[in-house]
C-alpha cells in the first residue's frame, strides 16, 4: 500500500546519539540529494557521526522504485523536507525498511511521514523499540509487495545485529547495513579519522563478527553463502563506499571462508 507524505511540519528528528547533514565530502561525493547508481534505484548519501568526537563513517539511504511503481527506502537516515520532495518525484513510498538493530534512530521519523508505508525490521526491533510502528519482522523470505523485485537473507548467525541482506534483482545490486564496510584512503578523500576508522573495521571488527558475533559460525558462512551466490554487480553498505563490480572479490576479502 502506498504511502502519502501529510502535514507541515513534519515529524520531528528523533533524539539520536548520531548526526546526519548532507555536506559534500567522501562520504556524499557528487553533493547531490539523490544519485542514481541504475535505472530505478538511487542513494541518499550522508556524513554520519557516531557521536561528537567520532569521524564521519559516511551513511547511505537507498531507494528502489518497484515495478508497481512505488519506492522501497532501505536504511533510513535523516529525513529532511528537501528529500521528501525529491521522493514524490519518483513515487509513492510503500516500504521503509531498517535492517539491522544498530539502524533504527530514524525509522520512526519516517513512518510519522509516510503512515501508509509498511514499516519492517530485525527480529528484536519491535520489543526494543515499541514506538516505531512495525508492520512486521524480516527473515529469509521477502512479504509477498517485495518478492517480485527483491531476494533477502535473514543473518540470524549474528544476532547482536539479526541483520537481513537484500539483494535487488534487475539491477543486481545488494544492500548491507553492518555486516561489512568499505573505506578507501587518502587519494580518494577520506579524513585521517575515517580511514582509521576503516582500518579498525577491516581488524578487529572483522574477525569479530565471524568469530565472536557469529553464534553459530556454520550458520553464519552458509547465510554468507547464499548472499555471495546471488553474484551480484553492485555493492551498497550503510557506511563506506559502494562496490561496482567487483563484489565477490569485496565478499572474499571480508569473508575469507568464501
Same mark, same amino acid.
Given at each position: +500500500?502506498?504511502?502519502?507524505?501529510? =502535514?507541515?511540519? +513534519?515529524?520531528? $528528528?528523533?533524539?539520536?546519539?548520531?548526526?546526519?547533514?548532507?555536506?559534500?565530502?567522501?562520504?556524499?561525493?557528487?553533493?547531490?540529494?539523490?544519485? #542514481?547508481?541504475?535505472?530505478?534505484?538511487?542513494?541518499?548519501? @550522508?556524513?554520519?557521526?557516531?557521536?561528537?568526537?567520532?569521524?564521519?563513517?559516511?551513511?547511505?539511504?537507498?531507494?528502489?522504485?518497484?515495478?508497481?511503481?512505488?519506492?522501497?527506502?532501505? %536504511?533510513?537516515?535523516?529525513?529532511?523536507?528537501?528529500?521528501?520532495?525529491?521522493?514524490?518525484?519518483?513515487?509513492?513510498?510503500?516500504?521503509?525498511?531498517?535492517?539491522?538493530?544498530?539502524?533504527?534512530?530514524? +525509522?520512526?521519523?519516517?513512518?510519522? %511521514?509516510?503512515? %501508509?508505508?509498511?514499516?519492517?525490521?530485525?527480529?528484536?526491533?519491535?520489543?526494543?523499540? #515499541?514506538?516505531?510502528?512495525?508492520?512486521?519482522?524480516?527473515?529469509?523470505?521477502? $512479504?509477498?509487495?517485495?518478492?517480485?523485485?527483491?531476494?533477502?537473507?535473514?543473518?540470524?548467525? $549474528?544476532?547482536?545485529?539479526?541483520?537481513?541482506?537484500?539483494?535487488? @534483482?534487475?539491477? /543486481?545490486?545488494?544492500?548491507?547495513?553492518?555486516?561489512?564496510?568499505?573505506?578507501?584512503?587518502?587519494?580518494?578523500?577520506?579524513?585521517?579519522?575515517?580511514?582509521?576508522?576503516?582500518?579498525?573495521?577491516?581488524?578487529?571488527? @572483522?574477525?569479530?563478527? /565471524?568469530?565472536?558475533?557469529?553464534?553459530? @559460525?556454520?550458520?553464519? /558462512?552458509?547465510?554468507?553463502?547464499?548472499?555471495?551466490?546471488?553474484?551480484?554487480? /553492485?555493492?551498497?553498505?550503510?557506511? =563506506?563506499?559502494?562496490?561496482?563490480?567487483?563484489?565477490?572479490?569485496?565478499?572474499?576479502?571480508?569473508?575469507?571462508?568464501?
Amino acid at each position: +500500500m502506498a504511502s502519502s507524505v501529510v =502535514g507541515t511540519p +513534519m515529524e520531528p $528528528v528523533p533524539a539520536v546519539k548520531w548526526s546526519s547533514t548532507t555536506a559534500k565530502g567522501w562520504s556524499n561525493p557528487t553533493g547531490q540529494l539523490l544519485r #542514481p547508481l541504475d535505472d530505478n534505484i538511487w542513494v541518499a548519501e @550522508r556524513t554520519f557521526f557516531p557521536s561528537a568526537s567520532a569521524p564521519d563513517i559516511g551513511g547511505k539511504t537507498t531507494i528502489i522504485k518497484l515495478a508497481d511503481g512505488s519506492l522501497f527506502v532501505h %536504511n533510513p537516515l535523516l529525513l529532511t523536507r528537501e528529500l521528501v520532495d525529491a521522493l514524490a518525484a519518483l513515487g509513492p513510498v510503500s516500504h521503509i525498511v531498517s535492517a539491522s538493530l544498530a539502524h533504527h534512530g530514524y +525509522m520512526a521519523q519516517w513512518l510519522g %511521514n509516510f503512515p %501508509n508505508a509498511v514499516g519492517l525490521g530485525p527480529p528484536g526491533l519491535a520489543d526494543k523499540c #515499541p514506538h516505531i510502528p512495525l508492520a512486521g519482522a524480516l527473515g529469509d523470505t521477502p $512479504v509477498p509487495a517485495l518478492a517480485a523485485d527483491v531476494e533477502q537473507v535473514w543473518v540470524s548467525a $549474528v544476532p547482536t545485529f539479526s541483520e537481513t541482506v537484500f539483494f535487488h @534483482r534487475p539491477t /543486481r545490486t545488494v544492500l548491507v547495513t553492518d555486516l561489512l564496510m568499505h573505506f578507501g584512503g587518502k587519494a580518494e578523500g577520506y579524513s585521517w579519522g575515517s580511514r582509521l576508522v576503516g582500518a579498525v573495521f577491516r581488524g578487529p571488527v @572483522r574477525r569479530a563478527t /565471524r568469530s565472536v558475533l557469529a553464534t553459530d @559460525r556454520a550458520a553464519f /558462512r552458509e547465510q554468507i553463502g547464499r548472499v555471495a551466490a546471488w553474484k551480484a554487480q /553492485r555493492l551498497v553498505m550503510a557506511h =563506506g563506499s559502494i562496490v561496482e563490480g567487483d563484489v565477490d572479490a569485496a565478499l572474499r576479502n571480508w569473508f575469507p571462508f568464501l
